[in-house]
């Protein structure tokens, strides 16, 4: 059984798209909440954290309500298009709050706009799976993970691009050009994947999925085995935790970087752009790498490499081109970790209930990007930005811990029959 690329690229627009909004909110936010409307640390983390406050029980609930949903064009697809279309309407406010220096308009356009965001990310996750057979989301995942790369380096290379290094800032270019690229993904999603045609097709000639989904609907859904669920609470506990160290590096990098290494203007996201590069480079190889040694395997070597990468970043005091190095590490041990950490949870559940599990997936995710912005600003606020590395080493080498003791959803893709199979590559 081999993945179908092409469709899965397809698929991955939606995540590209979303990708690219989150690059642009945790780089330019932050820095308008201090700049333009001089907001602390520690506030300016519990502003951060709102979306994640949201996305806690909003995720969940989308999640599982798009498994119900039933149209014309599928259901995830109804989420992922009329939730983009709200985001864009309502990302442009935001540029225009910043300008007028109006705080209540930002600050409703941005809860409206985050709300509109968690509306379809855990449909437009759950479209993989949905489209993907077991054994095959490892590489799945690493193809969307690719696209999602793809979209954050984008916008990335906006924020380079299109932020003057002098005079005052001015993000109104940024936001829409992120804008329109969100946009065109999606559109693009909309007349390449024919979702329910597709899910008709997959469930007609996958019998193992129809076979499964009849035995969970008449199942409950909450009769998960106990070794299996208490995997399911240690890969949980690791999300969470590595969520804690990773985004507490993403959000107060571009205040880092200016503040200790003396980065202006949107130069900070050349480093950020490494960290992508190595990981769209990667992602296709560690999705092949993890179907050979495991799921779980390929994650430790992801914890670990991110341990390293977070513990030399703080060694630096000044910028120098060596950081890009750390940041290469830092793009490959996070895509040995995404690739595989969703396939895992959705490993555990059942056909019928994939969206729930992705909710579940983002609900623990998310509440470390809830916690960790609010404690690490508090951290940085009290002490110095130089606590800011130190505090990601604790928190992967915690997830570490965690992770060691999971011990279901490493799937693995059935072995040849041949020799003469090996020899037969994937397109």
Request: net charge positive.
């Amino acid at each position: 059984m081999k993945l179908n690329y092409k469709r899965t690229f397809f698929i991955g627009l939606a995540f590209m798209s979303i990708s690219a909004f989150w690059q642009l909110y945790d780089n330019i936010i932050p820095l308008i909440l201090k700049n333009t409307f001089g907001l602390g640390e520690t506030l300016t983390g519990g502003i951060m954290a709102i979306d994640n406050v949201l996305a806690l029980f909003l995720l969940p609930v989308f999640g599982a309500l798009s498994d119900k949903t039933s149209t014309r064009i599928g259901k995830r697809m109804p989420f992922i298009v009329f939730g983009t279309i709200a985001a864009v309407i309502l990302m442009i406010m935001i540029p225009i709050a910043d300008l007028n220096k109006n705080f209540t308009l930002f600050f409703v356009s941005l809860g409206l706009l985050l709300i509109a965001m968690s509306s379809y990310r855990s449909p437009a996750v759950a479209l993989m799976p949905d489209l993907t057979p077991k054994e095959l989301r490892s590489k799945g995942n690493a193809v969307i993970n690719l696209m999602g790369a793809v979209g954050g380096m984008v916008a990335l290379a906006m924020i380079s691009l299109l932020i003057p290094k002098t005079g005052t800032p001015n993000y109104s270019l940024v936001f829409f050009g992120v804008a329109l690229f969100m946009i065109i993904s999606v559109v693009i999603l909309f007349f390449t994947i024919k979702e329910k045609h597709l899910s008709k097709k997959i469930n007609k000639t996958t019998e193992e999925d129809v076979v499964e989904s009849q035995e969970s609907t008449a199942n409950s859904p909450h009769e998960m085995p106990k070794d299996v669920k208490r995997s399911l609470n240690f890969i949980l506990a690791s999300i969470f935790l590595w969520f804690t160290a990773y985004n507490a590096v993403t959000t107060a990098f571009s205040r880092y970087a200016i503040n200790v290494w003396g980065l202006k203007g949107g130069s900070f996201a050349n480093a950020l752009m490494v960290a992508m590069a190595a990981a769209i480079i990667s992602f296709i190889p560690i999705g092949i790498i993890s179907t050979n040694i495991g799921r779980k395997k390929t994650i430790i070597i992801g914890i670990i490499l991110m341990s390293l990468s977070y513990f030399a970043g703080f060694l630096f005091t000044e910028y120098s081109p060596m950081i890009n190095i750390v940041f290469a590490l830092t793009g490959v041990g996070w895509a040995s970790i995404n690739v595989n950490s969703y396939p895992m949870v959705v490993e555990m559940s059942k056909s019928t209930d994939v969206g729930k599990y992705t909710g579940i997936y983002y609900t623990f995710s998310m509440a470390a990007q809830i916690f960790t912005p609010i404690f690490s600003g508090f951290l940085i606020e009290h002490i110095s930005y130089r606590v800011l590395f130190p505090y990601a080493v604790v928190f992967s080498l915690l997830s570490l811990c965690t992770m060691l003791f999971v011990k279901h959803g490493d799937s693995r893709p059935p072995k040849k029959v041949s020799n003469l199979e090996h020899f037969d590559t994937d397109n």
